[in-house]
């Protein structure tokens, strides 16, 4: 049987942001729907120079192709020493294709000799939701600082040398649940849910 409830399209086919997203939005009245469920769509290149840009970019696109309301994310990690970097390229930081160690390691290479007090950083989340009457976005930062080795063995990407302050943990080193409550796409994630709520209301 088709579901009646409204459909949001993930435009994303990383499965570790999947799960956070689903997490995060467990509840509403909305059917998330994968790209690879709802069948063949194109890979969005991420060629935009802000995270904003990439975030509408992909949401926008997969919207106009598959005529559901799609929601994108974008994130990046700014190291205050590395005047910002890896930020926008952080997926790909030690090139295309990089695995979640690759540029973990490169990080770390980038950031030999630096002191810990002097390794404050910042995880920084867009979300854009689209569809044909627009775009909306949101955003999410967590400030924290980088470690000189990796600790714990959940989440992914720089979580194992991403420590918050206020829990003395790495992401990696946290819950799913307790990750979603304090990072930064889980402080995005609850005001794009305040504004899917808005929509459920208005029976859009």
Known sequence: MISARPRLLLATRNLDK????????????????????????????EDQETLLGNAVKKAATLASLSGLLALADDTGLEVDALNGAPGVYSSRYSGEGATYAENVAKLLSDLVGVPSSERTARFRCVIAIADARGVETVDGVCEGYILDVPRGSGGFGYDPVFLVPESGKTFAELTLAEKNRISHRGRALARMRVVLEKRLERGS
């Open 18 to 45: 999947i799960e956070e997203i689903r997490e995060a939005l467990a509840g509403l009245e909305i059917d998330l729907l994968t790209v690879d469920e709802l069948g063949p769509l194109p890979e969005v290149i």
